[in-house]
């Protein structure tokens, strides 16, 4: 009825329709733009810290909000771990570790970070994270996490020999494309 022409005509013709209507699957549809979130977390270390450093293992997790393009907000939870070598009440530079950031919607990174730069002052820490999304949402892109820790005890918990052994911190994240 159609002939071979017709039929490959009204094929690209659907084709064409399907692309113009955005039939792509959402994580395709925006997996590149840039990620951004922002919220809280606990942070605990093992063992404390005091003012003598030691080698610390660091266990966070952050509840975000993320948004990838406007008026797309989507809620996060994560868990982040590593080693933070000599650290002390006065010194605390992460090594590297792992984050895995769960999407409300479905969707996970896990995230490598190999290097941070930090600064203490005035009992605050500040500590940026740098490192790469090797699974998941964003995967093969830059991370960076930046994140803001006041104690959650008093400072003069790194006298004692148990240390400082949890803070809250305000908390970043970008994972971005370019």
Do not use: N
């Not at 919220?39 to 810290?49: I, M, R, V």
């Amino acid at each position: 009825m159609f002939g071979r022409y017709g039929v490959r005509v009204s094929l690209c013709a659907m084709a064409l329709a399907a692309a113009s209507l955005g039939w792509a699957p959402a994580a395709q549809a925006h997996a590149h733009a840039p990620l951004s979130c922002s919220g809280q977390e606990s942070t605990s270390y093992s063992p404390g810290l005091t003012v003598e450093p030691r080698d610390v293992g660091i266990e966070a997790h952050p509840t975000y909000t993320c948004t990838d393009r406007p008026g797309h907000v989507v809620s996060a939870t994560g868990t982040i771990e590593g080693i933070s070598p000599g650290a002390s009440c006065l010194a605390l530079v992460t090594a590297g570790g792992r984050e895995t950031v769960y999407y409300a919607d479905g969707g996970e990174s896990v995230i490598v970070y190999t290097s941070s730069v930090g600064t203490r002052a005035l009992g605050a820490h500040t500590l940026q994270l740098l490192g790469t999304v090797v699974e998941g949402r964003g995967k093969g892109h830059r991370a960076v996490r930046s994140v803001q820790t006041l104690p959650g005890t008093l400072p003069t918990d790194c006298l004692t020999p148990d240390g400082l052994r949890q803070a809250f911190a305000g908390v970043e994240l970008e994972i971005d494309p370019s």
